[in-house]
T-cell receptor, first 116, second 109 residues
Framework: GAGVSQSPRYKVAKRGQDVALRCDPI?????LFWYQQALGQGPEFLTY????????KSGLPSDRFFAERPEGSVSTLKIQRTQQEDSAVYLC??????????????FGEGSRLTVL | SQELEQSPQSLIVQEGKNLTINCTSS?????LYWYKQKYGEGLIFLMM?????EEKSHEKITAKLDEKKQQSSLHITASQPSHAGIYLC?????????FGTGTSLTVIP
């Protein structure tokens, strides 16, 4: 498709289980962002990639969270030993630009994670 | 998304000029959030509006939500280079969040 694609759309995990969330950005987009959005709140920044380089991971809440983008296109957000507080919608966004102005952001529909 | 229209997509203004960004929802909103994002940074929360007719201001930025709670505007008075970035509206319809596509603002000194 022409937009940012995320999978799975919905994921239910038992506490302690590992999960992997995938983001397919728009082809050619240099910048890729992950956000976490808890119920009733706005999205919170997790991490940012420029091509394959993870330039900012300051928003990752703990060392259980890991993100990668090995070939500069598809990105995976991995959460190890999930906890109930990890329940949220995980949003991915991509942007064509990589210069001083980030450019228009295109968001995926999100992956809704529920940890029981 | 079709549920939330944000305009304009980009804006280039001279320092000192006023500007307005709009977000229009196809649904009545429980809340409308405005965010700003600079390059390589996360979304910075600006304001949240929940009541019809509500208006909030922070420094030179004012956001309004119309009486029907379907349209919001963000107004910057006397823009400065520090205002440059992407402005994003996020709509809360009660059971889902929708995101505008962002407005890229450049302020020329």
């Amino acid at each position: 498709g022409a937009g940012v694609s995320q999978s799975p759309r919905y994921k239910v995990a038992k506490r302690g289980q590992d999960v992997a969330l995938r983001c397919d950005p728009i082809s050619g987009h240099v910048s890729l962002f992950w956000y976490q959005q808890a119920l009733g709140q706005g999205p919170e920044f997790l991490t940012y990639f420029q091509n394959e380089a993870q330039l900012d991971k300051s928003g990752l809440p703990s060392d259980r969270f890991f993100a990668e983008r090995p070939e500069g296109s598809v990105s995976t957000l991995k959460i190890q030993r999930t906890q109930q507080e990890d329940s949220a919608v995980y949003l991915c966004a991509s942007s064509l630009a990589s210069g001083l102005v980030a450019g228009e952001l295109f968001f995926g529909e999100g992956s809704r994670l529920t940890v029981l | 998304s079709q549920e939330l229209e944000q305009s304009p997509q980009s804006l280039i203004v001279q320092e000192g000029k006023n500007l307005t960004i709009n977000c229009t929802s196809s649904k009545t909103l429980y809340g409308l959030y405005w965010y700003k994002q600079k390059y390589g940074e996360g979304l910075i929360f600006l304001m949240m509006l929940q009541k019809g007719g509500e208006e909030k201001s922070h420094e030179k930025i004012t956001a309004k939500l119309d009486e029907k709670k379907q349209q919001s505007s963000l107004h910057i008075t006397a823009s400065q280079p520090s205002h440059a970035g992407i402005y994003l509206c996020v709509a809360d319809t009660g059971n889902q969040f929708y995101f505008g596509t962002g407005t890229s603002l450049t302020v020329i000194p």
